[in-house]
């Protein structure tokens, strides 16, 4: 029986996610909103909003030349 290739780049791929993973997820750290470190201080993120910009100007058609106006002679 043999495997296709493909079977066995997932399976690799896999294994490695795993293993990085298993490295890598006791590592984090999670802050909560009420969680400070001895010493620490906590900064706030003050963000002051911009107005809405109000509608886009029109776009002008450009200026029809009026018709020529007929005379009598």
């Not at 996610?17 to 984090?28: E, M, S, T």
């Not at 963000?47 to 029109?58: I, K, T, Y």
Request: hydrophobic share 55%; no cysteine; aromatic share 6%.
């Amino acid at each position: 029986m043999t495997i296709p290739a493909i079977w066995l780049a997932f399976a690799a791929s896999l294994l490695l996610h795993i293993a990085v993973l298993w490295q890598w997820l006791p590592r984090l750290h999670l802050l909560s909103p009420d969680e400070t470190r001895a010493g620490e201080t906590i900064s706030r993120l003050r963000v002051r909003l911009a107005p809405a910009p109000g509608p886009a100007p029109a776009a002008q058609a450009p200026a029809q030349v009026p018709a020529p106006v007929p005379r009598a002679r």
